[in-house]
Structure formats: C-alpha cells, structure tokens
C-alpha cells in the first residue's frame, strides 16, 4: 500500500493557509506599519531641535493657547528622562488629535545640540516639537518658569488652554499621573 | 463650573506634588544620625565647633552629582580649613538605585578621596526632612544651625558661584545676596510610603 497525498483532504487547509497568508499581506502586520513609518520620517527634513529661552519658552506655551500643553525637561544624561520618553511619545500620539501638544525641552549643555542630544533624538523622538535650553544663568530659567520647581528632572509642566500652569510632576513614576490629569482637564477654553 | 475644577485641579496638584523643600530659611536645621563610610556615625553635635555645616544631599549614580565632584572637593578641602564642615549625604538607598548602596559608596570615597563623611540616608527620612529633591541639592546650616543657603553649587560650573559666596558671606558675617538658588539634576528616587 503506497502513501498517494490526497489531494482533495488537503485542498480545503491549503487554501484556507493561502488566503489567510493573503489576508496578512492586505493587512499590514504592525511591523510593517513601524517600517513605513520610519521610511517616511526618514525622508521628512532634519529633526528641529530649537535653541530656547526664557522669552522663547513663554511664547512657545502663548503660540498653543486653545490646546492643552505638557512641557517635558529632560538630558541625554538622565536615565529616568530617557525611560519616560516613550510614553511621552505615546501621549503625543494618542491624544494630540484630541487637543494636546507636548513640548519637549532638553536640559543638557547647548553646545551638545548636534551631537548627542541629535543622535539621541533620532532614536527615540517622538515627534514633538523640541527644544534645547540656551540661557545664561540657569536658576533665573528654572525660577521664572516654576518658582516651585528647584531643577530636578524629569520634570513635566502641564498648561491649560489658556496658557497657565496647572499641573507638576517630577519623576519617571508620575507619567501615568500626567496621563490622568491630561484627561481631566477640561475640554473647552473657558 | 470652571472655578469648582479649578479648585479640584489645585486641591490635587497639591497632593501630588512630591517633597519640594520642607524646610525654609531660618528653619533649625533637621538634626540626624547617619551611619558613615568611616563607619562612624555622623550629628549636628559632633560638627558644633563649626562656623556653618553644609550639607550635600548626593548619590553615586547621577551625573550631576558626579560632575560636581570634583568642585565639591576642593570647595570642602577649601572651606573646612576656615572651620566650616561638609556632609556628604547619600539620599539613595541601595533597593531604589543599585549603584548607590553602601558598598559602592565607600568605593567612590576612597577613589575621589572625599575630605568629608560621606553618609548614608537609608531610610531617607533626613532627605524628606530638609525637603531635598534632587541631586545634588545643598543645605548650608548657619552658626546657629539655621537654613541659611539652599539650592545649587554653582550656575552649571560656571559663575556665579553660589555656595561659595554664600559662604565667603557667612565667614565675612555678611548677608547671603541669594540665598535660595536652583540647578538642574537628578529626581531623588523617594521610596512611596503610605502617606504618599
């Protein structure tokens, strides 16, 4: 007795195999998304990273009124900075369609605007508007935004729609708090 | 309506704000033992000779702090022989940052040769009772044990030099010009407690 395939048992897992294989091509996985989404950001022009100062942050949290605003401080060199970033990123994406826009500014020294803090942003930028802090004297920077704020970092500022600071959060732990307090503001400008 | 959210978002940015400074200028200092690389345990009483003690709430692993190292020392080395005594406090413990457990703090004090104790704030309660909130943070106690200086070392290495002019005035019996001054450094990790 010889073993002939049988042709016609197989017919139907063939093809549910070859149309399900089809269906994963017309839908693409979510790594394929991923990699579209990194050719076409590689094709945009050169990540901006902004010099900043005080007068320039003012503006920049003014030129966003209407919308609600979180401010992230953060250093290439700071660990908890770089843990955070990702859902920083993540908050970006999820809730900028609904009104809000993340401002992200780099503590680390100006002169390193190209080199590391580029290269860092390359690999894990999230796609927000970015800056990098260029001011003389540091403790008039850090008192004029926040007299309550004594430097430390990370450190995320959130503003209302009409450009005031309601909300602080210090620490890599507190993003899912940021998250909370984002939801609950309110939805209209007053 | 506005106002009641207001009051709500206010009420709960309090609640959620970590330590930021618990003491104020003129507060006494928070007295404290804490156990040393020296294997000595380390006081206000101890330090009472002293013109001023300052206290450098600092840790292994941040760069900031590490950066200031070498500023810290020759600051200590600098102003201990005018009679006024450094305290280097560790104000992480080894179950929040690895890097920064005991062991590794006796290593980096024999490496840098601190010419201060270097000590050891296991529980962090003498962090949470200056209100220290990142590294490094200083607190300069005065003659009479009074906050008389908080904040940064100096404006990110470059002038001006706030600890040290603080300092030049209390050796002068001169006012502080800034006596609460800020810098950019690392988040202490404070353990939660249920009160938080």
Known sequence: MSFRP??????????????????????????????QAATASETKPALQIKPIDLEGYRQAIRSHKGKVVLVDFWATWCAPCVESFPKIARLHRELGPQGLVVLSVSVDAIEEKDGKVRKFLQTYGGGFETYILDV?????????????????????????????????????????????????MPAETP | MMNRLTAVAVFMAVLSVPAVAKVELGDKGPDFMLFGVDYKYHYLDKYQDAKAVVLVFTCNHCPVAKAYQDALIALGKKYQ????????????????VA?????????????????????????????????????PHIFVLGPERTVVYM??????????HYLADALDAILAGEEIERPVTRQFGCTIKYRKQAKD
């Open chain 1, 6 to 35: 049988n042709l016609g048992l197989w017919a139907l897992p063939a093809a549910l195999l070859i149309s399900t294989a089809s269906c994963k091509r017309d839908a693409p996985a979510p790594q394929a998304e991923a990699a």
């Open chain 1, 136 to 184: 003389q004297v540091f403790d008039d920077f850090i008192a004029a935004v926040n007299e309550k704020w004594m430097g430390q970092i990370p450190a995320m500022f959130l503003y209302d729609r009409t450009g005031k600071l309601r909300r602080e959060f210090y620490g890599v732990g507190e993003v899912d708090e940021v998250e909370r307090a984002i939801r609950s």
């Open chain 2, 81 to 96: 022989a005018k009679g006024i005594q450094f305290i280097a406090i560790n104000t992480n413990p080894a179950d929040m």
């Open chain 2, 99 to 135: 890097a920064d457990g005991f062991p590794q703090m006796i290593e980096r004090a024999k490496e840098k040769g601190f010419p201060y104790p270097y000590v050891y704030d296991e529980t962090q309660q003498v962090s949470r009772a200056y209100g220290a909130t990142h590294t």
């Open chain 2, 151 to 160: 904040g940064a070392v100096d404006n990110r290495h470059k002038a001006p």
